[in-house]
């Protein structure tokens, strides 16, 4: 598995401006989500920063618009990966021909080249690419010791990669599993709730009120100063 994964690196580096991950609309199922998580594992979490989404089959859309179906959809999986990419995807249908296929295509191409103004032409790369390069200039040690310490260097890098991903993923767990605790506590004891709200509500009511007051009272006593010393000044 290593080596396959030292050649992808061999064969893209320096590294990829752009990566394309390509799913079928309304079809994105627990496969597709592992798939993702393999490309963090391979490339890193980074690689995300330059993936565009295109989905297939547009034409089951019916009439809804892309960007619709991608804010309404409760597929929560694929909002998060939305998200990861900085919201850029574009979809084919699968059905075109002619002048439409031109212009799906075209409209990939805006959201590339888009995305390669917003990183200023930059290519996604890491220390596995650089490692890469090295190898490939190596010349003829490109399959001997130097290359068994390169698949050593990538089968490290992997499983640290997957390491990271697996204690973010840890972390964002304990989050969710807190804020359910809470939510849940909440809806057990929801009159609790709305009654410690409305409190709060009035102490901070109250509070504002004091405020006004004090200030009031603070206003007043320095008008009345300046008056005082005024009139003091002007009688002696």
């Not at 410690?196 to 109250?206: E, N, P, Q």
Request: glycine share 6%; with cysteine; hydrophobic share 40%.
């Amino acid at each position: 598995m290593y080596e396959h994964i030292g050649d992808c690196y061999l064969l893209s580096a320096p590294g990829p401006h752009v990566l394309l991950l390509v799913t079928q609309l309304g079809r994105f199922t627990e496969q597709d989500t592992v798939a993702v998580t393999k490309v963090k594992e391979v490339f890193g979490a980074g690689v995300m920063r330059h993936t565009v989404i295109l989905f297939t089959h547009k034409e089951d859309l019916v009439g809804e618009s892309l960007d619709d179906y991608v804010a309404n959809t409760d597929n929560l999986q694929l909002k998060s990966l939305v998200r990861e990419c900085g919201r850029r995807y574009c979809a084919f249908n699968n059905r075109a021909t002619g002048e439409e296929q031109r212009e799906q295509l075209l409209e990939l191409m805006a959201v590339i080249e888009r995305l390669e103004r917003e990183l200023d032409g930059a290519f996604y790369t890491n220390d596995l690419f650089f490692d890469a390069q090295i190898l490939q200039q190596g010349g003829d040690d490109a399959r001997g010791e130097g290359h068994r310490l390169y698949l050593d260097k990538v089968q490290s890098q992997v499983v640290k990669q997957k390491q990271d991903l697996d204690l973010k993923g840890a972390q964002r767990n304990c989050v969710f599993k807190a804020l359910l605790r809470v939510k849940n506590w909440i809806m057990l004891h929801y009159e609790l709730c709305v009654c410690l709200v409305w409190c709060s509500l009035l102490f901070v009511l109250i509070l504002l009120i004091i405020l006004y007051h004090l200030v009031c009272v603070i206003c007043m006593s320095e008008h009345f100063l300046k008056y005082h010393l005024r009139d003091s000044l002007s009688n002696p």
